[in-house]
T-cell receptor, first 113, second 113 residues
Framework: ETGVTQSPTHLIKTRGQQVTLRCSSQ?????VSWYQQALGQGPQFIFQ???????GRGNFPPRFSGLQFPNYSSELNVNALELDDSALYLC????????????FGPGTRLTVT | DQQVKQNSPSLSVQEGRISILNCDYT??????FLWYKKYPAEGPTFLIS?????DKNEDGRFTVFLNKSAKHLSLHIVPSQPGDSAVYFC????????????FGTGTRLKVLA
């Protein structure tokens, strides 16, 4: 059984650019959640995808968007990057949307300069 | 508005002694609580959880206590081991709406050999 994987591991972007982060969910899981963890903070919920549809969103602006594919993998896209977007982005997969079980990937460290 | 708070950013404990990590929450709608452990460069790893219908849950060296009237939970690690050194996050969730986690800011535990 493969765990949650994320790519890339690290990324450096310039303010104003766009970025796409990728996540492969654990085998058998159809739900993916994305979290942003700023330095010294706990992870903050961005949104969740279930069966290719957004299934809940946290307090993040529309320039944070996502996709889920038929194989349940997911992308997080951030447009017009700001310096404050520098953070660790974590993906978590669940066997279904109505469960407390979430399994986290290792994260993507995004630095915006 | 920080709904889940971990007021101790760090804690040092001697090997073999008890580690007690604390967490407070404000939202009475939370009905499920979890503790995650995080090592550098890794995603959070699930440690132990507790439903709001219980006041204690035990798993080996780890015990979580929930005091609903005080909106407080704690994680006890007995005996503490050097390998327990990590950042510990408290998280809360609710069955209402999206099963997302609200995380605290974390407590860095250092177990001294």
């Amino acid at each position: 059984e493969t765990g949650v994987t994320q790519s890339p591991t690290h990324l450096i972007k310039t303010r104003g650019q766009q970025v796409t982060l990728r996540c492969s969910s654990q085998s058998g899981h159809n739900t993916v959640s994305w979290y942003q963890q700023a330095l010294g903070q706990g992870p903050q919920f961005i949104f969740q995808y279930y069966r290719e549809e957004e299934n809940g969103r946290g307090n993040f602006p529309p320039r944070f968007s996502g996709l889920q594919f038929p194989n349940y993998s997911s992308e997080l896209n951030v447009n017009a990057l700001e310096l404050d977007d520098s953070a660790l982005y974590l993906c978590a997969s669940s066997p279904n949307p109505a469960t407390y079980e979430q399994y986290f990937g290792p994260g993507t460290r995004l630095t915006v300069t | 508005d920080q709904q889940v708070k971990q007021n101790s950013p760090s804690l040092s404990v001697q090997e073999g002694r008890i580690s007690i990590l604390n967490c407070d929450y404000t939202n009475s709608m939370f009905d499920y609580f979890l503790w995650y452990k995080k090592y550098p460069a890794e995603g959070p790893t699930f440690l132990i959880s507790i439903s709001s219908i219980k006041d204690k849950n035990e798993d080996g060296r780890f015990t979580v206590f929930l005091n609903k009237s005080a909106k407080h939970l704690s994680l006890h690690i007995v005996p503490s081991q050097p390998g327990d050194s990590a950042v510990y996050f408290c998280a809360a969730s609710t069955a209402s709406g999206t099963y997302k986690y609200i995380f605290g800011t974390g407590t860095r535990l250092k177990v001294l050999a």
